[in-house]
């Protein structure tokens, strides 16, 4: 299986995000993430659902424009 798209989204404005790693188990990072610009925190159990949610957010902000 080959990936042939590629997304390219520039922001008009940086997004802030402020990362609170709180403990690191398994191998991977537990926390909270608070988006300045949305207004929002959210708990996260793992880097990848971080990363997601990070990504989910300037998705979100891209629209929004």
Not at 39 to 47: D, L
């Amino acid at each position: 299986m080959e990936f042939n798209e590629t997304k390219t989204w520039q922001p008009d404005e940086p997004n802030t995000f402020i990362i609170r790693v709180q403990h690191r188990q398994n191998a991977s990072w537990q926390g909270s993430v608070q988006w300045v610009e949305g207004g929002k925190e959210q708990h996260f159990r793992s880097a990848l659902e971080l990363i997601k949610m990070m990504d989910e957010a300037l998705e979100q902000a891209g629209k929004n424009k």
